[in-house]
C-alpha cells in the first residue's frame, strides 16, 4: 500500500512564496509520475503540474507556468512543488498524486483518473 503525505501549505500574502513536498512510501517510487492538483471551495480539483517518473519531464497548468517548479528526489521518494509569486486565486488544498502508468513516458498527466494514490492535501492560503 502507497501512502503520500503533503507538508509545508501554510498562509502567505500575495507574492510570497512556499515549498511544497510529498513524501511516498514504498520501493517504487522511482518507478511513476507524480503529480500535483488542487482543489478550491465549491471548485473541482484540477491539475497543477506533473513530473515523469525519471525527473526529466515536467509539466505545469497554464495558470502556474512559470511561477511553479515541480521536482523530485528518487532517493528521498519525495516530489516538490515550489510556488513562487502567489496569488490569492492559489488559495486550496494541494494534492500530491501517484500515476497509475508505471514507466509512462508519455505526456498526458492532467487527468485524476490517472492518478491511483492521492495525499491528505496540505492548505495553501495567499492573503491579498
Known amino acids: 500500500q502507497v501512502q503520500l503525505v503533503e507538508s509545508g501549505g501554510g498562509l502567505v500574502q500575495a507574492g510570497g512564496s512556499l515549498r511544497l513536498s510529498c513524501a511516498a512510501s514504498?520501493?517504487?517510487?522511482?518507478?511513476?509520475?507524480m503529480g500535483w492538483f488542487r482543489q478550491a471551495p465549491g471548485k473541482e480539483r484540477e491539475f497543477v503540474s506533473a513530473?515523469?517518473?525519471?525527473?526529466?519531464?515536467?509539466y505545469y497548468a497554464d495558470s502556474v507556468k512559470g511561477r511553479f517548479t515541480v521536482s523530485r528526489d528518487n532517493s528521498k521518494n519525495t516530489v516538490y512543488l515550489q510556488m513562487n509569486s502567489l496569488k490569492p486565486e492559489d488559495t486550496a488544498v494541494y494534492y500530491c498524486?501517484?500515476?497509475?502508468?508505471?514507466?509512462?513516458?508519455?505526456?498526458?498527466?492532467?487527468?485524476?483518473?490517472?492518478?491511483?494514490?492521492w495525499g491528505q492535501g496540505t492548505q495553501v492560503t495567499v492573503s491579498s
Open positions: 514504498g520501493r517504487t517510487f522511482s518507478s511513476y509520475p
Open positions: 498524486a501517484r500515476d497509475r502508468r508505471r514507466y509512462y513516458s508519455g505526456s498526458y498527466y492532467s487527468s485524476h483518473e490517472s492518478y491511483g494514490y
Open positions: 513530473i515523469s517518473w525519471s525527473g526529466s519531464s515536467t
